[in-house]
Every structure is written in structure tokens, then in C-alpha cells.
């Protein structure tokens, strides 16, 4: 931002318009107006970046990068159990490698926001047999669907419930 409000006040000190500059930096007029009138008051020094107010940060960018990479490693090479991150674990590792007490729900939110969503292990029966399925499909749901064709009632009976279908 500081380097747009630089650049601003170069163009309008060439004669460039207020309204020209502020769509050339993709501003408002006005906010090139304020600019302009706090560099008339305090010179350079009102140009310059101010530090965001707030609270200071609990780990280091290299501390944040650290952690990261932990996410990319399997949690079992941590000490856990089993190999699912939560944020719980994750709170926990940091507690113990940095000192640093972070809220479980705080860490969910900060690793979603750095493109680590919730992890769960992908469902499958392991009993699952695809080329039994495959042949099903191909052989059996083919012969049903004759059946059907000759307006025939079918009804599907499953281990989680039934469907009746009228043809």
C-alpha cells in the first residue's frame, strides 16, 4: 500500500488528475485525495506503512513454516498412535516443541485457512471385491433390467435397506 500511495503522489506531482491516478492503482478518487492532503500535512513520513495494531504473534514465520511440514509428515513420526492430524494433536506437538498453548478450535481454523481441511479416512468395505462388482454389473444387473423391461415390479434388498421400483 505504501508504494501505491508513492506512486500516487509522483503522478499527481506530474500533473496527472486525482480521478486518472486513482484508476490507475484501482483506488477511489477520494482515497488519492486523502493521500495527496496527508502528504501536504506531514510530508514522505505520512506515505510510510504503520504496523497493524494487535495482539503479537505466538510463533515465528519459520516456527509457522515448521508446522507445515509437520502436516506433510504422517503423525505417528511425532509419537502418535495413528495416522490422522487434529487439530488437538496438533496443539499438543506445538505445546511441547515451541512452549506455545494454542486452542484446539483456534488451529482447526488456522490450518483450513492454509489449505488443510479435515482429514478422514476414505470408507471402503474390506470385503469389497471389484471384479466380483464389475461381473454383477455386467451379467446380473443387465438380466434384472430385463425383467424389468417386461413391466416387471423389482425390488432391491440390501444390507442398509430395500428399494421397490415399478417398470
Not at 480521478?19 to 501536504?40: C, N
Not at 496438533?90 to 486452542?103: D, P, S, T
Amino acid at each position: 500500500m505504501e508504494a501505491r500511495r508513492r506512486v500516487a503522489i509522483a503522478k499527481c506531482g506530474e500533473g496527472w488528475a486525482q480521478a486518472e491516478v486513482a484508476t490507475l492503482l484501482g483506488v477511489h478518487p477520494v482515497t488519492v485525495a486523502k493521500w495527496m492532503a496527508r502528504h501536504r500535512r506531514t510530508g514522505d513520513s505520512g506515505l510510510a506503512a504503520k504496523p497493524t495494531p494487535g495482539r503479537p504473534r505466538f510463533l515465528t514465520p519459520a516456527q509457522e513454516r515448521r508446522v507445515l511440514r509437520w502436516l506433510d509428515q504422517k503423525p505417528t513420526a511425532h509419537g502418535f498412535r495413528t495416522d490422522l492430524w487434529v487439530s488437538r494433536r496438533v496443539a499438543e506437538l506445538i505445546r511441547r516443541k515451541f512452549g506455545a498453548a494454542f486452542h484446539p478450535d483456534y488451529l482447526r481454523a488456522w490450518m483450513r485457512g492454509r489449505g488443510y481441511g479435515p482429514q478422514k479416512p476414505r470408507r471402503r468395505a474390506k470385503q469389497k471385491d471389484q471384479p466380483a462388482i464389475d461381473g454383477w454389473v455386467k451379467d446380473d444387473w443387465l438380466r434384472i433390467e430385463k425383467v424389468a423391461a417386461a413391466r416387471a415390479h423389482l425390488v432391491l434388498i440390501g444390507d442398509t435397506g430395500c428399494s421397490s421400483t415399478r417398470w
